[in-house]
């Protein structure tokens, strides 16, 4: 029942950022930009793209924001 409550925090955070969320299976959630979300547990989501690791976070806000940035330099460049 907590990984429940974690994929569906995460989830409603994704939303809230306006993040588009492609799929999502088990621990893992997808986004644009071969971007992904690992939730390791309760307190660590590990941010990868293209199958590479990025970051680990333990917070979830701090994830979207870091995503957020990261695709609004990717769209400038």
């Known amino acids: 029942m907590a990984n429940e409550n974690h994929n ?3 989830l409603s955070m994704l939303r ?3 993040l588009e969320i492609i799929d999502h299976a088990g621990k893992m959630v ?3 930009w071969d971007y992904a ?3 390791e547990n309760e307190h660590l989501f ?3 793209q293209d199958g590479h690791v990025v970051a680990p976070f333990a917070d979830v806000e701090e994830l979207c924001h870091f995503i ?4 609004q330099l ?4």
């Open 8 to 10: 569906a925090y995460l």
């Open 16 to 18: 809230k950022n306006d």
């Open 30 to 32: 997808f986004l644009k």
């Open 37 to 39: 979300i690992e939730i």
């Open 46 to 48: 590990k941010l990868t």
């Open 68 to 71: 957020k940035m990261d695709m």
């Open 74 to 77: 990717n769209e400038e460049n």
